[in-house]
C-alpha cells in the first residue's frame, strides 16, 4: 500500500474518534504548537520526532484507547507493512539475542547516529533467570517458549510482535523495532529464538 | 525556622545504577559500587535501595553535600557577589522583593513583570541577570552542572530550595495562566511521539512499574507526585554536583528519544508546573541526594 492512501487512512481513521471537549482540544494543540517552539535539534535527535505520525495521532487523541474497529484497522495497517524473512526462516541464535535483549543503547541524542542499537528488553520485560536486574512495563517472558510453544504460528507471532508491536495492539508501550528500523532482520531472528528455542536459558 | 542539622538536611532519593534506556558514562570514581549483589536486589528493590543508602548514609550524614552548594548560593545571594556587584534584595521570588523564605516550594508561578509562568530556576536566572549582571548567554552555555563545575545559578537555586526545607508544596492555580500551564504541562506529559513512540506517561503512568530495577513514580498520582520535587535538587553521588529539576526533565526527555527541550523553556517550565500541582500538600525535605 502506498504512503499517500496509508495516510489518509490513518486520517480518516482519526476523524472517526469522539471529538474531546473543545478546551482539551485546544490544550493539545497548543501544547504541540509549544513543542515545536521549545525544543531544539541534539545529535541525533532532530526536531522532526517531534511530529505524530498517523499511528501516534490516533493513541494521543484517544489517550490510548480508541475504538474497537479504528484500532483493528490501523492494526491491520501495521501488520501489512511488517517484512517477513525471505528464506522463511524465523529463528536465530539465542545467544546473540540474550546480548540484544540486554542493550539499551540507541536513539538518544547521547548515542552515536546509526545501527545496531540495542532491544532495550530487559529494560521492560523479565526474560532469562540469570538476568534479575529487569523491568516490569512489560509482562514477565521466562519460559515463554515452553509456556506458549514454538511452532511455525509462534514463531511468527514473536516476530512480527518485536517487529512492530503496534500490529497487536494498536496503542502498546513496546516500542516498534522493526517499522522505525531499530532492530534488523536477522536481530529480530536472535530475539525469537531467546524466547522460543528451548535450548535458551528462558525455556530451561 | 532554625537552621536544620547537616545531618537531616540529606534527603536519600531513589537509588540508580547502570543501565537505564539509555545507557551513561560515569566519569569520576564512584562511591562504593553495588553493595548488593544482583539476585539480593531482585528479592526486594525496596530494600536493596534502602541498603545500598544505609551505606553511604554515615558519610552522607558527616558531611552532607547539598550543604555546600546551599552556603555557596546564599554567598551569592547575600553577598553582592555578581559580576556587577549587585544585590538580590530587589529579586521577588513571588512573596516579595528579597523574600527567600517560603518561595520554592509556591513556585512555579505567574510573575507579573515577566508575563510568564516561570518555575523556581527559571525565575532565579531572571534575577541573577537582571540584578547581579549574569549574562543569559553565559549561563545557557552551561544550564546544568558537570564533574568540572556546578554553575552558579545552580548553588543559588539550591540555597533558594533549602530557604522552604520543612514547608509543605502550595503552588498557586490561581491565575489564569498558571491554570493554562498546569494543561499544557498535562497534555505534554500524555504527548507520544518519537522513533519509540514514549511519553512520559509510558513509563510513569502506572502503579508500581520499574525499568530495570529503578522504580518508575506515577507521576500523574497525588501519592507518587512528590518524587518529582523530594530531594531536588540533588547532589549526585556518583558525580559530585547538583542537579536540579531542570536537569531532570531534560534527561527523561533524552530518555523518551525526543529533541533536546531549550534551557528555560515552556514546554519545560509547564511540565513542572503539572507534575509539582500535582505534589501539592506534601512536605519538602529539602535539597537532597540522587544515585
Redesign the interface.
Known sequence: MNNIIKTSMLLSAALLLPQPAQADKDYRSEAIAMLKRDFQPRGIASVDRLDEDGLQAVCNRSANNPPKEVAQRLEQDQMAAVKLPADGKLLGDWKSGERIAQSGRGFTWTDKPGLPVGGNCYNCHQISPAETSFGTLGPSLFHFGKLRGNGPDMQKYVYTKIYNAKAHNLCSAMPRFGHVGALNEAQIKDLVALLLDLNSPVNK | MMKPLLVLGAVVGTLSC???????VVNKPAPPKKAVT??E??KSTKDATTAEFEKFREVLEADSPAELFEAKGEDIWKNKRGPDGGSMAQCDLGLGAGVVRGAYVQMPRYFADADKVMDAERRVVHCMTRYLGYQEADIRKQPFSNEQNTPDHVSVVTYVASQSRGMAVAVPQKHPRER?AY??G???F??????????CE??HG?D??????QQ?PNLAKKEDAMKSFQGWPGYRMTGGFMLTQQWRMNDCF??Q??????YL????T?LLTYLTVNANGNVYKGPGVKR
Open positions: 547502570g543501565a537505564v534506556l539509555a545507557q551513561q544482583k539476585q536486589a531482585a493554562e494543561e499544557l498535562k497534555a505534554v500524555a504527548y507520544r511521539a518519537g522513533p519509540y513512540d514514549f511519553s509510558t513509563c502506572d508500581g512499574k520499574r525499568i530495570r530495577m518508575l533524552r530518555q528519544r525526543f529533541p533536546e527541550p531549550k523553556s515552556d514546554a519545560v509547564t
